[in-house]
């Protein structure tokens, strides 16, 4: 079965500072998508990053990059210079057949 | 950009009522997907269209059910509801391409009394 875990409930980080939020998966498939979504308060489901398991190279998006570690199966989000708004749970899912399986979430806290 | 479009936003009924909530994908966008996110919780797959036809059903109880028109919106019918179904409902679209990326629209707040 597929699983995603996100070992750390919440994390905080100081305004500009550097987060990272971890989380491993667990899968049979060679060829996969792993994504982070962020949810702010209004609990709208924000596409943060996304990267393609084929793909050696780390996907970034401007203060959003990933470290992906295909063997080891670990996929975190580093966040860069934070922000306020940057205050949300962030979700790490991987595309499993047609659907997304996400792991628990971590709520990031961002402190002025 | 349009992004994916639900409504209604937010549903109040009461217990063996019926709900039908409905999502409109992103322009051009062939798949639809449906989840259910409890309190607390992360997103759960409930089901999902492909060019008009179920392509994948995940934990989506059989009082539910839902189908993709012709115009590739969708409808998540949910029948003898229960207190338990209280939930967020997202509909997610994407275009069948490698990748995939599914987007998310607001969901609907459902409340079961």
């Known amino acids: 079965a597929q699983t995603v875990t996100q070992s750390q409930p919440e994390m905080s980080v100081q305004e500009a500072e550097t987060v990272t939020l971890s989380c491993t998966y667990d899968t049979s498939e060679s060829d996969y998508y792993l994504f982070w979504y962020k949810q702010p308060p209004s609990r709208q489901m924000i596409l943060v990053i996304r990267q393609e398991a084929y793909k050696q190279q780390n996907a970034t998006e401007n203060r959003f990059s990933v470290n992906f570690q295909k063997a080891a199966k670990s996929f975190s989000l580093k966040i860069s210079d934070s922000q306020l708004g940057d205050a949300a749970m962030y979700f790490c899912a991987n595309k499993y057949g047609n659907k997304l399986v996400f792991g628990a979430g971590t709520i990031l806290r961002v402190k002025s | 950009a349009a992004g994916v479009i639900q409504s209604p936003r937010h549903l109040i009924k009461e217990k063996r009522e019926t709900a039908t909530l409905k999502c409109y994908p992103i322009p051009r966008h062939d798949t639809v997907y449906w989840y259910q996110q409890g309190p607390g919780q992360d997103p759960q797959f409930l089901i999902s269209f492909y060019e008009k036809m179920q392509s994948d059903k995940g934990s989506i109880p059989d009082r539910f059910s839902a189908q993709q028109f012709s115009d590739y919106h969708s409808e998540l019918n949910m029948s003898s509801l229960e207190l338990g179904d209280s939930a967020l409902y997202f509909c997610?679209?994407?275009?069948?391409?490698?990748?995939?990326?599914?987007?998310f629209g607001p969901g609907t707040r459902l409340l079961v009394l």
């Open positions: 997610a679209s994407s275009l069948l391409d490698r990748g995939e990326t599914q987007y």
